[in-house]
């Protein structure tokens, strides 16, 4: 067999070891017998349980990123590109529940190096969002008065939602990535679609 894919058929293993069983609990021979494989062979290929695990987290990482981005409808309107891409997101997430688990729960909760690879995922995301969320206001009303400060921040606020959303959804019973995109959208978009026609929250008076 091929290097490359025996080392894409050990990190399968790692991924649905660790996204089951957490980094610290997981072993390295749990993942060579679910693998089909040595314990030397895994240790030849990817060298320690740390570096299998930050292989796991960047693989993982650069599936839902490019998930994400394929999914955008390019082209349709602004809050079409957005709800797709959120439903990339879920679905992506529903379908690898593992590789989400991986990275939202295990690699966030055991310090660097790990951390650092998912927060540079999370970036990544995020100005992704910050493009669509600018394109959104630029088509509303063309040159949009949002402070690229404040299209930031929305896009912080609307990826950490999605998140949270999404380790709610793979827990619930029977919800899909359209219904989680959907409620994302009730959500954001209702609040999103008054800010770029200029409608500001002001605190009430009493």
Known sequence: MPRAVREQ??????VRTFGQRGYRAA??????????????????YLNSKEELFTACIRREAQALVAAVQAGVEVGAAADRQLSSGL??????????????????????????????EVAAMRDE?????????????RETHGDSDLLQRDVAGLAQALVGAAESLAAWANDAEGVSAKEAAATLMNFAWAGLGNL???ERWVPSSR
Do not use: C
């Open 9 to 14: 058929q050990m990190m399968d293993a790692a």
């Open 27 to 44: 072993s390295m021979d749990e993942i060579a017998e679910l693998a089909g494989v040595s314990k030397p062979l895994v240790y030849l």
């Open 87 to 116: 439903g990339a997101f879920f679905a992506h997430t529903a379908s690898n529940p593992d590789g989400w688990a991986v990275l939202h729960q295990q690699a966030r909760t055991h310090g660097e190096p790990f951390a650092a």
């Open 125 to 137: 995301i995020v100005a992704f969002v910050t493009g669509l969320i600018g394109a959104a206001a």
């Open 196 to 198: 770029m026609r200029g």
